[in-house]
T-cell receptor
Framework: NAGVTQTPKFQVLKTGQSMTLQCAQD?????MYWYRQDPGMGLRLIYY???????DKGEVPNGYNVSRLNKREFSLRLESAAPSQTSVYFC???????????????FGPGTRLTVT | KQEVTQIPAALSVPEGENLVLNCSFT??????LQWFRQDPGKGLTSLLL?????REQTSGRLNASLDKSSGRSTLYIAASQPGDSATYLC???????????FGAGTRLAVHP
């Protein structure tokens, strides 16, 4: 059981280049999330997908797009990378259903992105 | 807007000490609170989750408490070990759809 996997682990981009970060989970979870983590700050939500076929903006969506390809996969795309997008990106997933149930979020190992 | 603060930002203790990490939040209307551990260069591992109706949760040497009325949670680590060295993050599920709001974390170093 691999849990949440992310590729690539590391990436260096030049300003203006584009790339897609991949995330997959094998726990049959409905909800998936993309966060970024910057030094001295907590994780901030970029986008999330409550279920297959739906996506919504989080706290810091500007400069990003997402695709929920199927129930397993949720990708994050940077169309024109900027130095401000240098960060560590985490994907997470969660079972969902009744909102009062305390299902935990499970996190991938992260992608370390540097934009020069 | 919900804000989550963790104090202290960093902590260094000798092995064997009992210690307390603090997490405070501004809006008491929460669904639950989750404590995570993050090792350098790694992802997050969930340690404990406390529902809004609960006061505390325990797992081994870890005990997390929740006081919604005062907007506070504490993570108590008993008999600390060098292997406990990591960054500890608390996160609140508050409003929205299953979204977590994170504190900046407490970086813990336990030295032999």
């Amino acid at each position: 059981n691999a849990g949440v996997t992310q590729t690539p682990k590391f990436q260096v981009l030049k300003t203006g280049q584009s790339m897609t970060l991949q995330c997959a989970q094998d726990m049959n979870h409905n909800s998936m999330y993309w966060y970024r983590q910057d030094p001295g700050m907590g994780l901030r939500l970029i986008y999330y997908s409550a279920s297959e076929g739906t996506t919504d903006k989080g706290e810091v969506p500007n400069g990003y797009n997402v695709s929920r390809l199927n129930k397993r996969e949720f990708s994050l795309r940077l169309e024109s990378a900027a130095p401000s997008q240098t960060s560590v990106y985490f994907c997470a997933s969660r079972q969902s259903g009744h909102t009062s149930l305390p299902y935990e979020q499970y996190f991938g190992p992260g992608t370390r992105l540097t934009v020069t | 807007k919900q804000e989550v603060t963790q104090i202290p930002a960093a902590l260094s203790v000798p092995e064997g000490e009992n210690l307390v990490l603090n997490c405070s939040f501004t809006d008491s209307a929460i669904y639950n609170l989750q404590w995570f551990r993050q090792d350098p260069g790694k992802g997050l591992t969930s340690l404990l989750l406390i529902q809004s109706s609960q006061r505390e949760q325990t797992s081994g040497r870890l005990n997390a408490s929740l006081d919604k009325s005062s907007g506070r949670s504490t993570l108590y680590i008993a008999a600390s070990q060098p292997g406990d060295s990591a960054t500890y993050l608390c996160a609140i599920r508050s409003g929205g759809y299953n979204k977590l709001i994170f504190g900046a974390g407490t970086r813990l170093a336990v030295h032999p």
